[in-house]
């Protein structure tokens, strides 16, 4: 699995920590240092079944100054700016080799990748 991870997040480390004690192999992907290019970010959102403006941070400070909110829903003008705006993906996102990935921010959430 791979998780697209960022130290500074408490959901981030929650998700390392759980994957972590359920023994579950996986590897951090610093997003902000390495992010994903758009073919990727393509990638992950149809293993989540979403659309980029589903896993955008729109509340972030950012956000508001990029003026999201106005954005059309058109999927290459989303993958345009979370590829140039990393810090607004959702995190962290998992990515298991089998094609399947959630946005890993709850509980029951984490219980499903994990298992327990």
């Known amino acids: ?54 896993v955008a941070r729109t509340a972030d400070p950012l956000a508001r100054e990029l003026g999201v909110a106005d954005l059309p829903h058109d999927p290459d003008v989303w993958i345009r700016l979370l590829v140039e705006h990393p810090q607004l993906i959702q995190r962290p996102i998992v990515l298991a080799g089998d094609g399947r990935a959630w946005v890993a921010r709850d509980d029951e959430t984490l219980r499903e990748i994990t298992g327990a």
């Open 1 to 54: 699995m791979e998780v697209w991870f960022n130290p500074s997040c408490s959901k981030s480390r929650a998700a390392r920590d759980r994957l972590d004690d359920a023994g579950i192999e996986h590897t951090l992907r610093r997003y902000l240092d390495d992010p994903p290019t758009a073919v990727e970010l393509r990638a992950a959102l149809a293993a989540l079944r979403h659309e980029p403006w589903d």
